[in-house]
């Protein structure tokens, strides 16, 4: 029976003794799981494997291939929703709703720079790994972006969690369990996302040459502005000098860069980037960048293009560390310092991408105790097989709240048969 | 009642008095209340058609009496309803008469205020108002404000997930927390998030949002702030009929303009309003829609003159600016005085709570119409039109006989049309134990098992909140049981690991 299923032959996933079952409908997911429990055979939950290479290393010899399940169920951009498979590939449904001059405003990663991957994302990665970009500290994140979904749980049965309205509180919002569970609480079949118009235009104030703790108070002071700024990163100039890396439109200017970015009607932008400039001159003057030159930047920052596979830093392992915003700067310039490390700051310093040195250990533990005495947490979103292996990818948690997670989750999959062993290595077996 | 909730356990009650001594030892003096006449406030929440004494009313003012009475419960077995500041219209906080009300009033001290990572720790017995008010001489504020913002606390709306006029905006009360301290009821403290955008792991807070007591009692949340925007005003716009009205609220979304707030009333609605606070709403209309802009002020006469043209495009008869902050609080106060407005032409009313897509408005309406008439009872509307979520107001007069049990079919009613048309039981008052038995019209039973098998991941034995949000109650140990697909495998030969 299993040889009248489509195989997938074509790429890359293949190893000896894997199978791949490719789902045609959500059905067959219903019977890929529940075959699975009966024989209890994990199975890891794949669209087109570009983020395959996060989390660790799985305990499975079998692919549940969503990559056909790729249709947009339906698109009413004036309920500013779209419903859609979760095999479609996510720069396809960015085009359409862009076409509508719409977008999704988490403004979702795209890792495959960062890992190397060709693979296209698909919109099932997308909210399994929850992955937002530079705009998450005004927007929100994937799970606040993400009404309804049907899912197979691991009990073998399709559900349903949310809705199709913005506004909705009937029931637990499983959604946002959903979002960032890395395919470890249900096979998600499809989802139905907010999505929002696309800014008319935007400005990015570039500042120069400040050290990070000084970019860390400029950011501050530029988010506890009333100006509404929607991205606030930093990159220092060493990222330059080590990775000879080019940041979008900017390109590699050898010195460090602040960049605070303000998105919306034309006039409301030209009026915000010029009461932000001098709201910030006590910082320094700001070079404005408009539209496409801002994008550019932008897109850049929020795949961490600086620490790409295919640059000078592409060996390095990577993390991505999430803290108190105001606890970045000091935070990112210590850990850089001890590690020999080099890093970008996100999200006005709650975001910190750091390329540590290549060591057996990717330096977990100087890591975590850094990350720790903040209150943030630390993955590993970079590391070869043998590296996820022999670390803790995810953040360990405190005693209490790791037992709750593990009961959230046996509550959706008790016999652990969906991406066995992702997101914590005691739950491999 | 229409609502049944579970039998009383007569084991339990016949430990009254021992349960009582026990509570004291954890919570001495006035914290324990036990007789009859001081636990009258406590009998019902803003839901006030139901009435249940509680068995004992404890109000401990530290996370550690929290946890010592929840351990000693969960020891004994006994039941536990949470309780914010008692403003639920859904009966989220209905007493049980066999199970300990446990308040959270005492917890009213904000913890800190840390404007550089733009938070706010705080007790859960703190008003959501008093939040912003406690951050308003920096410039920032609280962003979601439901009605009730004055009594209601912090506490509360994470439980209940509140929403309000700016959440189409600004978002509900999950999109707006960081994380907080849950004791579980086994007595157990949890930390959850914090300061940071995320936390690690699975989105625990996102799941203690909107759970409505059910799963832990809260005794501290770090909710995000904002600086408010720099200036925001309001157009009122009246049309001759609830078509136009619902169509202008589409295209206005369709412009790509988010408004801070965009609300519509039906000419009862309008009527009961002007009549109390002398807004100077148009009589004359069929529907008004209060629509604000907020930002800087270019953004806002830009976006203004976009909504003026858009509406006269649609049909409008009237189109009133606020000039003036006060006129746009004039504006809004016969919107948020709506309810009482309502209280004053009707002896009693029912507040109902259903989101349906924005498209679906005059269809609704008309249903609504149709049902009116059906059941024989007054109905005014107000709705949040920005998001869909609607607020018909069923006027009856519970002294006449069978009016109540008339509005609450009516209501249901309502509630099945809005699922029907693509939307859902509640958008931001809960369901309680007033939509509980709805579920069903939303959810498969399978939809609903996974709901309650997340309940037992945290209280196995379903001692928190029972008889709320659920129509039926199963055994933890029924749930978890894996059935057996045997016979219709599609992957018999599938490889063991």
């Known amino acids: ?280 001159a006590p910082f320094g003057v700001a070079q404005v960048l408009e539209d496409a030159a801002s994008a550019a930047v932008w897109s850049s920052v929020r795949d961490v293009v600086p620490f790409a596979a295919i640059g000078a830093l592409g060996a390095w392992p990577v993390w991505r560390i999430v803290c108190p915003p105001a606890s970045g700067g000091a935070l990112g310039e210590r850990l850089a310092r001890d590690s020999g490390g080099e890093v970008i700051y996100d999200w006005g310093g709650g975001l910190i991408w750091a390329a540590l040195p290549p060591r057996p250990d990717a330096q977990v533990a100087l890591v975590r105790q850094r990350v720790n005495a903040v209150g943030g947490h630390a993955t590993l979103v970079r590391g070869s097989d043998e590296l996820r292996r022999n670390v803790d990818v995810f953040h360990p948690q405190p005693a209490g709240l790791a037992a709750l997670s593990e009961r959230v989750r046996q509550s959706f999959d008790p016999k652990n048969i969906l991406n066995r062993g992702r997101m914590s290595r005691n739950s491999a077996t | ?106 917890f009213k001290r904000i913890r800190e205020i840390d404007f550089d990572n733009r938070v706010v720790v705080t007790e859960p017995g703190v008003t959501n108002l008093a939040i912003s008010e406690a951050v308003a001489h920096a410039g920032y504020y609280y962003a979601p404000d439901p009605s009730s913002q004055i009594a209601c606390s912090i506490g509360g709306n994470v439980a209940e997930n509140s929403g309000g006029v700016h959440c189409l905006k600004y978002g509900m009360t999950t999109n707006n927390v960081l994380g907080c301290e849950i004791v579980l009821i086994t007595g157990e403290i949890i930390r959850v998030g914090g300061k940071s955008a995320e936390a690690s792991g699975y989105d625990l807070m996102g799941i203690i949002t909107g759970s409505e007591g059910l799963l832990g009692v809260i005794t501290e949340v770090t909710v995000r702030i904002l600086q408010k925007p720099e200036t ?107 309810f009482p407005a309502v209280g004053r032409i009707s002896p009693d009313y029912l507040c109902m709570d259903g989101t349906i897509p924005r498209g679906k408005l005059p269809e609704a309406l008309a249903r609504i119409r149709d049902l009116s008439a059906k059941y024989d009872l007054r109905v005014a509307n107000v709705f949040h039109a920005g998001d869909g979520n609607l607020h018909p107001l069923i006027l009856f007069d519970a002294n006449k006989t069978d009016e109540m049990q008339r509005a609450e079919a009516f209501g249901a009613d309502i509630l099945r049309v809005c699922v029907e048309l693509g939307g859902v039981l509640t958008g931001e008052h809960g369901v309680g134990i007033e939509k509980r038995d709805l579920m069903p019209e939303m959810f498969s039973d399978i939809d609903l098992n996974q709901q309650q098998r997340l309940k037992c991941a945290f209280d196995a034995q379903g001692l928190l909140n029972p008889g709320k949000v659920f129509p039926t109650l199963h055994r933890c140990a029924e749930l978890g049981r894996m059935h057996v697909h045997a016979g219709k495998l599609a992957f018999p030969e599938l490889p063991r690991f």
């Open chain 1, 1 to 280: 029976m299993l040889a009248s299923w489509p195989f997938l032959n074509s790429r890359g996933f293949e190893q000896q003794g894997v199978d791949t079952l490719k789902v045609r409908d959500a059905k067959d997911v219903e019977d890929a799981v529940q075959a699975a429990i009966a024989s209890e055979q994990p199975l890891e939950i794949i669209g087109n494997g570009s983020k395959r290479l996060i989390g660790q290393p799985m305990a499975t010899n079998a692919l549940l291939d969503l990559s056909s399940l790729n249709a947009v169920t339906s698109y009413e951009p004036n309920e500013l929703i779209i419903t859609v498979q979760a095999g479609a590939p996510v720069a396809d449904v960015q085009s359409l709703i862009d076409s509508r001059n719409q977008q999704f405003a988490f403004e979702p990663i795209d890792t495959a720079p960062l890992l190397g991957t060709a693979n296209q994302a698909t919109i099932g990665g997308m909210i399994g790994a929850g992955l937002a970009g530079p705009r998450r500290i005004k927007a929100g994140g994937a799970r606040d972006h993400l009404l309804g979904a049907h899912g197979v749980s691991g009990f073998g049965d399709s559900f349903k969690a949310g809705g199709r309205v913005v506004k909705n509180v009937t029931g637990y919002d499983l959604c946002k369990l959903l979002a960032g569970s890395w395919g470890t609480l249900a096979v998600i079949t499809e989802v139905t996302l907010k999505v929002m118009p696309r800014p008319e235009s935007e400005r990015t104030l570039v500042l120069r040459g400040l050290d990070a703790a000084r970019a860390n108070r400029t950011m501050t002071a530029a988010l506890g502005s009333p100006f509404d700024v929607s991205g606030a990163a930093h990159v220092p100039g060493s990222v330059f000098h080590v990775a000879a890396t080019e940041l979008g439109d900017l390109g590699s200017p050898g010195e460090a860069v602040t960049l605070l970015r303000l998105e919306g009607i034309l006039a409301s932008v030209v009026h915000r980037a010029a009461a932000l400039g001098k709201l910030l």
């Open chain 2, 1 to 106: 009642m229409a609502i049944m909730m579970p039998a009383p356990d007569q084991s339990v009650l016949a430990r009254r008095d021992q349960i009582v001594a026990a509570l004291r030892a954890i919570v001495a003096g006035e914290g324990v209340i036990d007789t009859s006449a001081e636990m009258v406030p406590y009998e019902s929440d803003g839901l006030m058609s139901y009435r249940q004494p509680p068995m004992v009313v404890v109000l401990p003012d530290t996370t550690e009496q929290v946890s010592q009475v929840l351990k000693y419960c969960f020891e004994q077995g006994i039941k536990v309803v949470p309780r914010g500041s008692g403003t639920s219209l859904s009966g989220g906080a209905l007493p049980l008469a066999d199970a300990v009300l446990l308040g959270l009033g005492k």
């Open chain 2, 232 to 338: 925001a005003r309001a157009v009122m716009v009246g049309f001759a009929q609830v078509e136009a009205a619902g169509e202008c609220v589409a295209r206005i979304i369709g412009a790509g303009i988010i408004p801070g707030g965009m609300e519509m009333m039906d000419k009862p609605a309008i009527h009961a309003a002007e009549a109390f606070v002398h807004a100077g709403y148009p009589l004359d209309v069929e529907a008004l829609l209060i629509i604000e802009l907020d930002g800087p002020g270019v953004e806002v006469d830009e976006l203004i003159r976009r909504v003026e043209a858009i509406a006269k495009g649609c049909g409008s008869t009237t189109v009133q600016i606020s000039a003036s902050e006060a006129e746009r609080n004039l504006f809004w106060a016969g919107r948020k005085a709506a």
